[in-house]
């Protein structure tokens, strides 16, 4: 079946300009996960759906992060007024059911945010 | 943060040879999982191993976990050329938690 898919593949913006990036979820897999990964590092985490509904937004750098899941499928990750240390790749992940049943998570093939 | 930490940084190996990667973290764990990650793109999901495990096999990966020493071990028998990717392993807590990941190994298989 179809796995993660995520797009643009690639996005160029300007300081100060708001972009949004798409993830497409497995079909049925109720918890959906945003992370980012600069260069040489390993992914981070941003913020967890399980359903609709943020159950973590911990790792959201700052309020220009925004995320949100209407209807439990799809996800948009928003950021508002740009910077150049957003660059990085933004990767989205999701898994058939989380917490202490926490099962494999499956990654799409990431977003590349170039903010000049 | 990251928790965990995988070593070596890097590894460059002869086709054939086997590869091992290490992997240590600082909190208690419910899962540990090992991920492949080619030219920094999408992560392929490897081997997820329990914290009640302290062994698994899958093909030619064998995973063990320590969770005295808090570290767990990925091990790649007879390396080919395509082996060549950055290793991850990601650890998640009791709860609702999500991964948290090494900066990595760097492979390279050389043909």
């Known amino acids: 079946g179809a796995g993660v898919s995520q797009t643009p593949s690639n996005k160029v913006t300007e300081k100060g300009k708001y972009v949004e990036l798409r993830c497409d979820p497995i079909s049925g897999h109720t918890a959906l996960y945003w992370y980012r990964q600069s260069l040489g590092q390993g992914p981070e985490f941003l913020i967890y759906?399980?359903?609709?509904?943020?159950?973590?937004d911990s790792g959201l750098p700052n309020d220009r992060f925004f995320a949100v899941r209407p209807e439990g499928s799809v996800s948009t990750l928003k950021i508002q007024r740009t910077e150049r240390g957003d660059s990085a790749v933004y990767l989205c992940a999701s898994s058939l059911k989380s917490g202490r049943d926490q099962e494999t998570q499956y990654f799409g093939p990431g977003t590349r945010l170039l903010v000049l | 943060s990251q928790q965990g930490e995988e070593d070596p940084q890097a590894l460059s190996i002869q086709e054939g040879e086997n590869a091992t990667m290490n992997c240590s973290y600082k909190?208690?764990?419910?899962?540990l999982q090992w991920y492949r990650q080619n030219s920094g793109r999408g992560l392929v999901h490897l081997i997820l191993?329990?914290?009640?495990?302290r062994e698994k096999h899958s093909g030619r990966l064998r995973v063990t976990l320590d969770t005295s020493k808090k570290s767990s071990s990925l091990l790649i028998t007879a390396s080919r050329a395509a082996d060549t990717a950055s290793y991850f392993c990601?650890?998640?807590?009791?709860?609702?938690?999500?991964?948290?990941f090494g900066k990595g190994t760097r492979l390279s298989v050389i043909a």
């Open positions: 990601a650890t998640d807590a009791w709860g609702n938690t999500p991964l948290v």
């Open positions: 191993i329990r914290s009640n495990e």
């Open positions: 909190t208690s764990i419910n899962n």
């Open positions: 759906f399980q359903g609709t509904g943020a159950a973590d």
